[in-house]
Structures are given as structure tokens and as C-alpha cells.
């Protein structure tokens, strides 16, 4: 490219999470290119542009309004108004000091209406690509009004909008007019199988679930990942497979407080074990040394940990929901269930655990799917070509 790309995420980049993952190894494979990738994170508390360099990347903070707060849309509009001017000057210096050409806004809200402005005054006349995974869409969806008007507005402003599968593109295609959808390109996640085997052996798990059978799910407790089916169709699973444990791994939230109560009204609290806010590095030892890992979520805009699952050869049963079966083919490299069905969960899982031959044969193949098909070298470089300003994407 002949300038630098800047990454701007709406939160910290060491926070857990699919969204943080992409990121973080776009910055890596840009690196690898020989790109000099910055970071912006939209900070409140930072009124003023904060920068300094983190682990060899320019990181800055800037406190980026959005000119629509639900509690207080008036105060809040003439807030962004007023500051706007200001706001637009300090952005176009930090983007010319660090010779950024493309602004790549992951995760994005209205608060880059600001980016759209400094085009629209000629500060900024690089390229603009939004990326979504998947709840920034729902929060687009049910609005009307201004704030209709505005998304409208910053969706026809920006060159491209990238979704993290197929799926997700046919839900966005129906907020943009139909010359818009050209605009739409579909990027795969990857994941690095190298890094996590490193992280395994690094970061062993405990010795007492190394030596156990045990199924594994990793995700956020929330209702939208399944947990709670899960817990029951493990219910019925553990009458036949009496040393059979279950492990859960997911982001302290209330809905966690829940499933522990669920669990211990199924009476299977002694066989499952909720494990809270481990890093992305931890986990690995737990992938390693799992039998087989289960994703029954309701919605899944790709299922990035899926690939990781792969990356150890795991067999996977997971919902047919939303990304999940562009890559996931039913009975040859895992197997797919209705979302919310507790006994077709039951059974899959039941199955696998039966024919010790099939689950390993679809591990593998879960494995080379991986391996040919969803590293972030590919990944990287079908970005990289959204931030060419002659690239084609139709």
C-alpha cells in the first residue's frame, strides 16, 4: 500500500473476544508485510488524543462522539456538533503524522460519522472500510428516524463494508438499497494453529481435566451461545456416560450466575465445571485436551473458535446457525443440530462419544479445513486489498 492502515476498535485491545482476535492478527500479518499498522482506540475518558507505543504498535486513545445518544439525543447532537470542528482538525493531523491511506473501523457505530466528515471537507481522502461481526448489526436493525438517516448515511459514505460471513452479509444486505450491495465483501476469519499449539504447551491445562473425558464449550455466557441447552442435554448424556464431564468457559456475567443455578437443579453440579475469564492463551490447554467440543449457539455470526477447535482436531458438534455451515459440512467435518433441539444435541454428542473412529476421521477433517483454508495470512491479505483504492470487489 502506498500509505499505513489505522485499526479502530470501540474498547481495549486485550479484552477477550472474536471481534479483539481479528484484530489482533490483522496487526500481526500487516506487520509480517511490512506495513507500520496503527490502533485507535474511542475512549470517553480520554478528551484529548492520548498516544504512545504498546508492544511496538502506535496506539492512540480519542474520546470519538457519536452525534446520537439514546438517553439524550438532543444534548447529545449539539455536543458532537460544537466539539466537531476541533475533533476534525486534531484527526486529520494524527492521520497525515502517521501517513494513514485506509481506516479500517471494526465493531462500528455512528461515531465514525466523524471520518465521513473529514472526507466530506477533503482532510481525509483515503479509504473508509467498516467491518461487522455481528451484534453492531443488530444495532442497526429496529431503527428509524435520525438515527436510521445516519447509518443510511455512513453506510453509503464508506467504500466497503466487510462482514465476517455470508450469513451476516445477506442480514446487512437488507439495510442498504440494492446499488449499494456491491459494497459488501465477505472475509472469513482465520486462526494461527501454530500459536495455539504453543499456547497448549505453555499453558497446560490442570491435571485432573487432562486425564478426563470431558466436552467442552467456549463462549460468553449470555442466552444467545446455547449454555443453557447444553447443560441439559448433558443431563441426559450423563446417565449413560458416567465419568463424562462437562466444561465451561466464558466472561463472568450474570447470566453465568444462572447457569450455575441450572446446573445444580439438573443435579449435575458436581460434573460441570464453569471456568471464568481465562486468557486466550489459557484456553488452548483446554482445546488440547478436550474429546469433543460443542457450540449449540442460537446465533453465531462465524464461530471463530470453531477454527480453533480444528486447529487441535477436535470433532464439533455445533447449531446450524448464521457462518457456521460455510465451513462446517454436516458429517464430514463435524456435525451440525437444530438450535434449542436439547435431544438432537444429545444424540450428536452421544454418537461421537459411541464411535471413537468417526470422531477422530471428522476431527481430521476439521483439521485440514483449517489448515487449507482459514489462516490470517489469507484473511490479511483479502483486507488488503479493500484498502487498495483500485481494487475491485463486485
Not at 101 to 106: K, L
Not at 322 to 346: H, K, M, R, S, Y
Request: aromatic share 8%; net charge positive; charged share 20%.
Amino acid at each position: 500500500m502506498s500509505g499505513q492502515v489505522l485499526f479502530m476498535l470501540p474498547w481495549e485491545l486485550h479484552h477477550a473476544g472474536g471481534v479483539n482476535t481479528v484484530v489482533r492478527n490483522l496487526i500481526v500479518q500487516a506487520r509480517r508485510d511490512g506495513e507500520k499498522p496503527t490502533l485507535l482506540i474511542n475512549r470517553w475518558s480520554h478528551s484529548i488524543l492520548k498516544e504512545a507505543t504498546e508492544n511496538g504498535l502506535p496506539t492512540a486513545r480519542y474520546r470519538i462522539r457519536s452525534p446520537f445518544i439514546s438517553n439524550r439525543k438532543v444534548f447529545g447532537f449539539m455536543a458532537w456538533l460544537i466539539t466537531l470542528p476541533s475533533s476534525l482538525l486534531l484527526l486529520a493531523r494524527f492521520l497525515r503524522s502517521h501517513e494513514i491511506n485506509a481506516i479500517n473501523i471494526h465493531y462500528p457505530g455512528l461515531d465514525a460519522l466523524q471520518f465521513v466528515c473529514l472526507r466530506t471537507a477533503r482532510l481525509f481522502r483515503g479509504r473508509l472500510v467498516l467491518s461487522f461481526h455481528g451484534a453492531d448489526v443488530d444495532n442497526i436493525t429496529g431503527n428509524w428516524g435520525v438515527q436510521r438517516f445516519l447509518w443510511m448515511l455512513l453506510m453509503r459514505k464508506s467504500d466497503l463494508l466487510v462482514t465476517c460471513s455470508g450469513a451476516l452479509a445477506t442480514r446487512l444486505k437488507h439495510h442498504l438499497p440494492a446499488h449499494q450491495h456491491h459494497k459488501l465483501v465477505v472475509i472469513h476469519n482465520g486462526t494461527d494453529i501454530g500459536l495455539l499449539q504453543k499456547n497448549s504447551k505453555d499453558n497446560p491445562a490442570p491435571e485432573d481435566f487432562s486425564k478426563t473425558t470431558f466436552l467442552l464449550n467456549i463462549a460468553t455466557y449470555e442466552p444467545k451461545k446455547g449454555q443453557e441447552v447444553l447443560l441439559q442435554a448433558f443431563s441426559t448424556l450423563h446417565r449413560n456416560f458416567d465419568n463424562l464431564k462437562l466444561v465451561i468457559i466464558g466472561r463472568s456475567t450474570d447470566y453465568g450466575i444462572h447457569l450455575e443455578a441450572e446446573a445444580k437443579r439438573l443435579g449435575i453440579s458436581k460434573h460441570v465445571s464453569f471456568i471464568r475469564d481465562i486468557s486466550w492463551e489459557q484456553v488452548s490447554g483446554f482445546l488440547k485436551c478436550a474429546t469433543i467440543f460443542v457450540l449449540p449457539s442460537y446465533k453465531e455470526p462465524f464461530g471463530i473458535v470453531l477454527l480453533e477447535a480444528g486447529a487441535f482436531s477436535l470433532p464439533i458438534v455445533a447449531s446450524r446457525v448464521g457462518g457456521i455451515p460455510e465451513f462446517i459440512d454436516d458429517g464430514q467435518n463435524g456435525l451440525l443440530v437444530p438450535a434449542g433441539d436439547v435431544t438432537a444435541l444429545a444424540d450428536a454428542i452421544q454418537a461421537l462419544l459411541r464411535d471413537p473412529e468417526t470422531a477422530q476421521r471428522l476431527g481430521a477433517a476439521l483439521n485440514n479445513t483449517v489448515t487449507k483454508r482459514f489462516t490470517w495470512e489469507h484473511c490479511w491479505e483479502r483486507y488488503r486489498q479493500c484498502f487498495e483504492p483500485t481494487t475491485s470487489h463486485h
